[in-house]
């Protein structure tokens, strides 16, 4: 199922999602993600990232970009295209500075797709995903771990990880997107899910309670032991 591919991480069920999809379709998403589009923020280290030309792709590389290679993208720019699963669809315009007016955004998706996604999301850190690691004590969380060989010049290292997770909570009305990567792991592990969960949950639960946030669940989450690895 849909919901399967992303609690389990599979690139193979990215890719026949892909397959349904015409290369425009996919680029025009993307973009209205801001994937290759050079975050509007007066900011250092704001990067375009990569998003070649939709005409350019051969069937491979649509293949291969559904499941997030072939093409780059900074760490902020995967947190703000959360916003839109977050916010009913909408994507929120980025800002360093804190406004009392209600957040406004350009539809992505519709408010049932976004809610959907979100759910998923929720079962990717749950029992059975590949982000259980990423659950804390009192707050539903939702979020997607994520692996990849290091790029090294025009080729990818064999030995060499970039890890990350990024997610939302609480998961019915999130208040916080968190976006954390850990670059060449080395102690020993190196799955998104079992080495950026762990600190993207820390985050959520700290930042949550110095907000005052009010706990949306009110026992310990049921952190499964057996890990479910990551394909990629």
């Known amino acids: 199922s849909v919901e399967g591919v992303i609690q389990k991480s599979s690139n193979v069920g990215a890719l026949k999602i892909s397959q349904k999809m015409s290369p425009r379709e996919m680029w025009d998403v993307y973009t209205a993600l801001g994937y290759g589009q050079k975050p509007q923020l007066q900011f250092p280290g704001a990067v375009t990232g990569r998003l070649r030309p939709w005409k350019t792709w051969r069937p491979i590389e649509q293949a291969t970009m559904a499941y997030g290679y072939g093409l780059s993208a900074s760490l902020f720019q995967m947190a703000h295209s959360y916003t839109a699963f977050a916010h009913e669809g909408q994507i929120i315009q980025t800002t360093m500075l804190k406004s009392g007016d209600p957040a406004s955004g350009v539809k992505v998706f519709s408010p049932q797709n976004a809610a959907a996604v979100r759910k998923m999301l ?109 394909s990629f």
């Open 122 to 230: 929720q079962m990717a850190a749950g029992p059975g995903g590949t982000g259980q690691k990423a659950q804390t004590v009192g707050y539903s969380v939702g979020g997607k771990s994520g692996t990849a060989h290091k790029q090294v010049g025009k080729g990818y290292a064999s030995n060499k990880y970039r890890s990350w997770f990024t997610g939302m909570a609480p998961i019915d009305q999130p208040r916080i997107v968190v976006a954390v990567m850990i670059d060449e792991p080395s102690a020993g592990q190196y799955y998104g899910g079992a080495v950026a969960a762990p600190v993207f949950s820390e985050v959520v639960q700290q930042t949550l309670r110095m907000m005052g946030v009010q706990p949306d669940m009110a026992v310990k989450p049921q952190i499964v032991v057996q890990a479910v690895e990551e």
